[in-house]
């Protein structure tokens, strides 16, 4: 890689490709470069070379992307791993994702989507070579694709980007002019002038910034007249037609010029001669005109056989794309079946695990309470027994002094009778009373005593 320069411009007031500050790059397009795309475009822009396909409108895949109102716009912005010094990694990358996505922005206002529900048109973008401006003549060249592929859109879009180097708003940034450059500001817009793309990478003031818009619209009007050449040439003028009417021409302004040299030839003769002469220039022309005729029979047989064979070879194309597509339909409709049953399966285990936890927790819920009734209905069995024996107990008492108070009622039944006894025997006896002794409760009678 060669190092920075020490001038970007030169004193002279000119960039080092030797343009001036309002000169855009060398640009070539051609139409119709890939014959299974519905249409292509190839352009070179100084050193950049991008190759553009386009396919569709065509059903949608996966189905839940489609749109029921409109069609799926999808571009793919990808540059070739060889497409610049330094080998570019494959694959998607955050630059090639944020080019497809603003990309894409710029031309949905333009492309009449609405005309083609649940399809999408696919536009595909290779980097071959990259030279600074990758993502405006990326958008050049998908236009022209488009227009070739017949997708109805409003008008053609055009980009260009400018910059500012070395102090100075210029146009079309070259790649030592972008990468050691102040600021770079691509910009998208329709025929009618009407922006659907801007970015900006550096720092531009109000004035640059309108001075840089000036530069853009210029630019971009040489870039729309180079479209539409380019579409001219292949849908109006047709080279092989141009070329057919100047043979014509040249053969009619050769036979004129042989038939006024044969007359001023034999000017002096009779005139037998001269009518045998004019015959045999007749018969001339008359073969010359059957040979003409003779070879533009052959030239439209050669042209019907060339176009049966452009028949031939685009149904055989249209029969390889439509196996392709039956191929990737059906593997997409086997992935989204395989996915659906993936998920299916992952439903039905969550669902089985989610049942086997509930069962569980149930199970686990149900021991706790038999455990709990089974301990409540062994505490009320024993608060029963406890209250059975008190019962018990309570009764036995109530028994035990029932007995009691007969027993007393009996004896105090029986004391009254003793004590009748002893009263009659005392006073069989008479008036003495015998006292027993207090201190000797076992001695008998002591004394008598007195009244």
Known sequence: MSGKPEKLITDDGLRLDGRRMDEIRPMKIEVGVLSRADGSCYLEWGRNKILVGVYGPREAHPRRMQRPDSAVIRYRYNMAAFSVEDRARPGHSRRSIEISKVSRDAFEPVIMSELYPKAAIDIFVEVLQADAGTRTAAINASSVALADAGIPMKGL????????????????????????????????LTQDGEITLVQMDGHLTQDEIKKGLELVKKGCSQIFALQQAALRTKFEFPEAEEAEELEEEEAVEAAEAEISEVAAKYAGTTEVEEAAEADEVISEEEEAEESEGEAEESDEVISEEEEAE???????????????????EAEESEEESEEETEESEA????????????????????????????????????EEAEEESFEEEFEAETEEEAEEELEADEEEEEIPAEELEEEAEEEAEGPWKVVKDPLDPEAGNGGENDE
Do not use: I, M, R
């Open 157 to 188: 879009v055009t980009s260009c980007a400018f910059g500012k180097v070395d102090g100075q708003v210029v146009l079309d940034l070259s790649k030592d002019e972008d990468n050691y450059g102040d600021a770079d500001f691509p910009v998208a």
């Open 310 to 328: 452009e028949s031939e070879e685009e149904s055989e194309e249209e029969a390889e794309e439509s196996e392709e597509e039956s191929e990737e």
């Open 347 to 382: 439903e039905s285990e969550e669902e089985a695990e989610e049942s086997e936890e509930e069962s569980e927790e149930e199970t686990e819920e149900s021991e706790e309470e038999s455990e709990e009734e089974a301990e409540e209905s062994e505490e009320e069995s024993e």
